[in-house]
């Protein structure tokens, strides 16, 4: 960041400059900024549409900017964005990890996709299974589906409709950072980040952003605002898995990986990874196994 200030050393004399900021505003129509810190505020023009369609109001934001007559445009915006890791983080010993969701046990659905589910876990050994919500909202249907899954560490991201049964998992709500095996896990069910779908296309799109910006839900919602810190990603996350949108997908982003998992109602396609290596396999429940 050139020649880095804060808003209130801004004069009409200044030509580049950098400033720190929160955005209070976002204008699409006038393809404007408002930010702001602790001395003022300052609109600020930005031309880039695709750039200004991923900016969100309340996030914290860099601007590279510049006069040109009597206004100030950004030539660069910087995200608080992760590291480029040197290192990919990996556990010493082989260990494979299921990530799956979705089964809604509750509505119709091809009864061979939970048959070669159980075909598959009794052929092969795995060592943690993540289970990322969307179960199902009866209690039988929960406590079946975990009593039929391998005696291994099983972990349950309960999505907002599961049933809550008195069953020997480790449950937590919505999202949860973990580590294991020196790795470091952001897992979702996936409702927290909904409404930025609407803005990133995709689900692993939208993750990918969202750790660009280093926060789970960066416009304000008061609803969270007790808990608004622990939305924070902090630490950086080795593996960022999530579930809720039924799209399955993966992509690598300078060492983290971002994965989404499918459904039972739409394409059953979940992934596999070997810690060891960080390997990427796809289980794709339409197959026999």
């Not at 590291?83 to 809604?104: G, N, Q, R, T, Y």
């Not at 560490?153 to 937590?172: E, R, T």
């Not at 995709?202 to 008061?222: A, G, I, M, S, Y």
């Amino acid at each position: 960041l050139v020649n880095l200030i804060s808003i209130n050393k801004i004069t009409q004399r200044t030509r580049k400059f950098s400033i720190i900021g929160m955005v209070r505003e976002k204008d699409e129509y006038e393809k404007s900024l408002t930010l702001e810190d602790k001395t003022g505020e300052i609109k600020v023009f930005l031309e880039d549409e695709l750039l200004l369609s991923k900016i969100v109001e309340d996030e914290i934001v860099g601007a590279i900017c510049s006069k040109k007559e009597d206004s100030f445009f950004v030539e660069k915006i910087i995200f608080p964005d992760i590291p480029l890791k040197k290192e990919i983080a990996k556990s010493k010993e082989e260990v494979k990890c299921l990530f799956i969701s979705d089964l809604h046990l509750e509505k119709e659905f091809k009864r061979e996709y939970l048959e070669n589910l159980y075909n598959f876990l009794e052929r092969n050994r795995l060592d943690l299974i993540f289970v990322l919500g969307g179960i199902s909202p009866r209690t039988k249907d929960v406590k079946d589906f975990f009593s039929s899954l391998p005696k291994t560490q099983k972990i349950f991201i309960k999505g907002k409709n599961d049933a809550n049964p008195d069953i020997d998992v480790l449950k937590l709500e919505e999202f949860a950072f973990l580590e294991a095996k020196n790795v470091n896990f952001l897992l979702l069910h996936g409702k927290l980040v909904e409404k930025y779908l609407k803005i990133f296309d995709n689900p692993v799109n939208t993750l990918l952003e969202l750790l660009r910006k280093r926060h789970l839900n960066p416009t304000f919602d008061v609803r969270l605002c007790s808990s608004d810190e622990t939305l924070l990603i902090d630490p950086v996350p080795d593996i960022i898995a999530c579930g809720h949108f039924h799209t399955p997908g993966y992509t690598n982003y300078k060492g983290t990986t971002i994965l989404s998992t499918g459904s039972f109602l739409t394409q059953p396609i979940y992934w596999i990874i070997n810690l060891k290596n960080r390997e990427i396999l796809k289980l794709d429940l339409r197959e026999k196994l």
